[in-house]
């Protein structure tokens, strides 16, 4: 698939699934992580505090080539990824616990992003600092913002077409995340191998140890652990390829993001399925009692 038409493809799933999450869950549900004040700052300081010190700590131990470093350094920058609470559900996650946290993200990148980013431009003294907030804005509240606000306004002044078009709306997001799943993971194969061995062991710590972090943060329900856990892995590939750009480095760091992609999600699918397999265990045991 030529890259127009895959740009098309990816704008098209993430705005169909924001819709669907704005379609079928209220706003109340959406901001109910904002009612746990203890649970909302583990979330944060895991997401955008801990794991930018880790990626901090490997450009340090590891002799990483600069275009590597600034891919994962954008990375680290660029939490709440469009597509994180469909991996959360495939943890076992509910909506509305995935949703919520994703929400709460996107809003925070707007002022975390050019932060973190300015932060790795001071220690690493790239020189290469060319993004402001209202950049980021922008391109936050189009590619999340702006379709899960057209849903929740949709349920709130017209719940008869809402209840109408919720579940084909999730058939149809859900069908267009597997295409792309399907016409990405097989070219991105042979540019994951492109960036070297080294790079590739950074990426696995780097996903393992955020793994870890989120878990251990996500306090003793199974439900928060595993949601924090995913948004810690789930850095928002497209927001990090949009600085890039504003950077005219998008060529450069471009095998980065996607090997991080892919081995983020190969890495991460032994804890998915083991969340997703104690959920089933658990409502088990609710279920005989």
Same mark, same amino acid.
């Given at each position: 698939? &030529?890259?127009?038409?895959?740009?098309? +493809?990816v704008k098209i799933t993430i705005f169909s699934l924001m819709l669907a999450i704005g379609v079928n869950l209220s706003f109340e549900k959406l901001l109910s992580l904002w009612r746990k004040p203890s649970s909302l700052f583990r979330a944060l300081l895991a997401v955008v505090v801990l794991v930018p010190l880790v990626v901090i700590l490997l450009l340090k131990l590891f002799h990483l080539p600069r275009e590597v470093a600034a891919g994962l350094a954008l990375l680290a920058a660029a939490p709440g990824a469009p597509l994180m609470t469909k991996r959360s559900q495939m943890a076992g996650v509910s909506i509305f616990q995935a949703a919520g946290l994703q929400l709460t993200l996107?809003?925070?990148?707007?002022? *975390?992003?050019? +932060?973190?980013?300015?932060?790795?431009?001071?220690?690493?003294?790239?020189?290469t600092e060319k993004v402001t907030v209202l950049e980021v804005s922008r391109q936050v509240v189009m590619v999340q913002l702006l379709p899960i606000a057209l849903g929740l306004a949709i349920q709130k002044f017209a719940s008869n077409v809402a209840l109408r078009i919720g579940k084909p709306l999730n058939l149809i997001a859900n069908s267009l995340f597997?295409?792309?799943? =399907?016409?990405? +993971?097989?070219?991105a194969f042979r540019i994951t191998l492109q960036i070297g061995i080294l790079p590739i062991v950074a990426i696995i710590v780097m996903v393992v140890v955020s793994l870890g972090i989120g878990h251990l943060?996500?306090?003793?329900?199974?439900?928060?652990? &595993?949601?924090?856990?995913?948004?810690? =892995?789930?850095?928002?590939?497209g927001l990090a390829l949009f600085i890039a750009v504003l950077n005219d480095a998008e060529k450069l760091v471009l095998p980065t993001l996607v090997a991080y992609a892919?081995?983020?999600? =190969?890495?991460?699918?032994?804890? &998915? *399925?083991?969340?997703?397999?104690?959920?089933?265990? +658990?409502?088990?045991?609710i279920s005989r009692k």
């Open positions: 698939m &030529s890259h127009p038409l895959l740009l098309i +493809l996107a809003l925070v990148a707007v002022l *975390v992003t050019p +932060l973190t980013w300015h932060i790795f431009n001071v220690l690493f003294a790239w020189e597997l295409l792309l799943v =399907i016409v990405i +993971l097989v070219p943060l996500g306090g003793p329900d199974l439900e928060k652990r &595993s949601a924090v856990a995913i948004a810690c =892995i789930a850095r928002n590939i892919i081995l983020g999600s =190969i890495v991460a699918l032994p804890y &998915s *399925v083991w969340s997703k397999r104690k959920f089933a265990q +658990l409502n088990s045991e």
